[in-house]
Nanobody, 123 residues
Framework: VQLVESGGGLVQAGGSLRLSCAAS????????MGWFQQAPGKEREFVAAVNWSTYNAYYADSVKGRFTISRDNAKNAVYLQMNDLKPEDTAFYYCAAGRPLILKVAGAGYDYWGQGTQVTVSS
């Protein structure tokens, strides 16, 4: 399974961006798709995830009320709408998919990762 992200870029604080991630195929090895961010010198951190079957969405506290994750089953795609962006949101954003044992931990079962897309928020 390949994940391909798009939609990153440079935006001013308070602006919006929409990230997209398309999976090359749908398999039983995926029931969660999500997004992680990684800033220079920091660990990869959970941002948001969605259950492919139940539609349940999960968010990091830092993005609740500002980011919205959604998915399109027909396109095997997941999206991250990011509003009211802040300079601290600046990071490389990675799409991830799999059957994680712990939703918010990058190393806990996300078997598939995209190449990442840069999001830069200027103050």
């Amino acid at each position: 399974v390949q994940l391909v992200e798009s939609g990153g870029g440079l935006v001013q604080a308070g602006g919006s961006l929409r990230l997209s991630c398309a999976a090359s195929e749908r398999t039983s090895s995926i029931y969660i798709m999500g997004w992680f961010q990684q800033a220079p010198g920091k660990e990869r951190e959970f941002v948001a995830a969605v259950n492919w079957s139940t539609y349940n969405a999960y968010y990091a506290d830092s993005v609740k009320g500002r980011f919205t994750i959604s998915r399109d089953n027909a396109k095997n795609a997941v999206y991250l709408q990011m509003n009211d962006l802040k300079p601290e949101d600046t990071a490389f954003y990675y799409c991830a998919a799999g059957r994680p044992l712990i939703l918010k931990v990058a190393g806990a079962g996300y078997d598939y990762w995209g190449q990442g897309t840069q999001v830069t928020v200027s103050s």
